[in-house]
């Protein structure tokens, strides 16, 4: 009996977001262009399901030369996966990574780098239930945060809510 009652308050509190994330072609016209960096079209979608609440995503990758980065805007359950290693605040560096979370215009950002492969994710948690996730490929972790700065944190944020 406790065991049903669990699962009904877990349903009703994520039904309770249910309707309330914005539209994929929302989000996908928050992408910005970038001069100099070829970019796909966007790619994203729409879900609800009745156990795991409402889910919305939104990606478009950037390339120019050598250099790669996949940008995407998540909710739910990928967004708290993706925020998860950042969660406890650890900062590490070493020869060859780094792993760091910073406070940049009032939103958390986790930074986690490859120092030898270049490669890596910058991760904006811009709502409880939603970040700006940035994996890159041939770059500096510096370079992916300027390309995660274009984005409007604020107004996603404000989606969001």
Not at 60 to 68: D, E, N, Q
Not at 90 to 102: F, G
Not at 133 to 139: I, S
């Amino acid at each position: 009996m406790k065991k049903r009652w669990l699962t009904l308050l877990t349903a009703l509190s994520l039904s309770a977001f249910a309707g309330s994330l914005p539209d994929y072609k929302t989000l996908c016209a928050d992408f910005p262009d970038v001069s100099g960096w070829k970019i796909t079209k966007c790619d994203g979608m729409k879900m609800t399901n009745p156990m795991f609440g409402e889910v919305v995503t939104a990606t478009k990758s950037y390339t120019k030369g050598g250099s790669r980065a996949d940008i995407s805007i998540l909710s739910g359950m990928q967004a708290m996966m993706m925020w998860a290693p950042y969660q406890s605040g650890t900062t590490m560096e070493s020869d060859d990574e780094l792993m760091k979370v910073e406070t940049i215009d009032g939103f958390p950002v986790g930074i986690g780098y490859n120092k030898k492969d270049r490669s890596g994710g910058v991760v904006v948690q811009i709502a409880p239930n939603a970040v700006l996730a940035v994996t890159f490929t041939d770059m500096s972790w510096k370079e992916a945060l300027e390309l995660a700065k274009r984005f409007d944190w604020k107004k996603l944020h404000a989606l969001f809510q």
